[in-house]
């Protein structure tokens, strides 16, 4: 085991133990270093990593804010994580379609079973039905979309995967949108979809909710070919 990855699991074990608790600043990388017997780039490479996972916020400076902070944000990590594999190219379209088919119908579930409306998801559908809209933006507000609706679930860790596979959908949603033999058409469908799922949400309909959004995901999946048949 390398010196950081040392650094590492001490860190994870206090932070288990409950020593540092969120929005708590970690010791100085001084203090760190001389209580592991390290050396302090090691402790500065374990605090970049931290960083990266999104386990920690570091500011430079003297005051109240500077130094480690302990924070809460899962979803900056891991979803960093899941798009380096997709950007790999290691995981296939139908891969990820079956993902988020597992993930949003249960997510849209929980969502429905909460009920009550959800102005932001109703924004949303009215920006992507407006005439003209390009297709990258349409792709984006329908991203927004379907993460809205997730995040009612409440599950931090759903969120953070659907999340780190946001560039692996919206990948293979621009190759479908190439090969389809109308957009606009495609475009007023899904607008409608999105409509069906989000009132369903709002009316507390579990099972329609989760079954119009499997249609919507797996039904442009087809209809752009990527399914291959």
């Not at 709002?202 to 070919?225: K, Q, S």
Request: glycine content about 10%; overall charge negative; some cysteine.
């Amino acid at each position: 085991m390398r010196t950081h990855e040392k650094v590492l699991a001490r860190i994870e074990s206090d932070l288990a133990a409950g020593r540092w608790a969120l929005g708590e600043r970690l010791p100085a990388e001084r203090a760190l270093a001389e209580e592991l017997g390290v050396s302090r780039p090691s402790v500065r490479e374990a605090i970049r990593i931290l960083e990266a996972m999104g386990i920690i916020r570091t500011a430079v400076g003297s005051g109240p804010d500077a130094g480690a902070t302990v924070i809460d944000r899962p979803a900056a990590g891991l979803g960093a994580a899941v798009r380096l594999h997709v950007a790999s190219g290691t995981l296939p379209v139908h891969d990820v379609v079956a993902t988020r088919v597992a993930l949003e119908t249960w997510a849209v579930r929980e969502a429905a079973l909460a009920a009550g409306a959800d102005d932001e998801a109703g924004r949303l559908v009215r920006e992507m039905s407006a005439p003209g809209l390009a297709v990258d933006e349409f792709v984006r507000l329908d991203q927004d979309f379907h993460l809205t609706i997730a995040r009612r679930a409440g599950n931090q860790l759903v969120e953070a995967i659907l999340t780190g596979l946001r560039s692996a959908v919206h990948d293979y949603v621009a190759r479908g949108v190439a090969g389809l033999p109308s957009w606009p058409d495609t475009a007023r469908r899904l607008c409608a979809e999105h409509q069906q799922i989000l009132d369903a949400v709002t009316a507390g309909d579990a099972d329609g909710a989760e079954r119009a959004t499997r249609d919507h995901i797996v039904g442009f999946y087809r209809e752009t070919g990527l399914a291959g048949g």
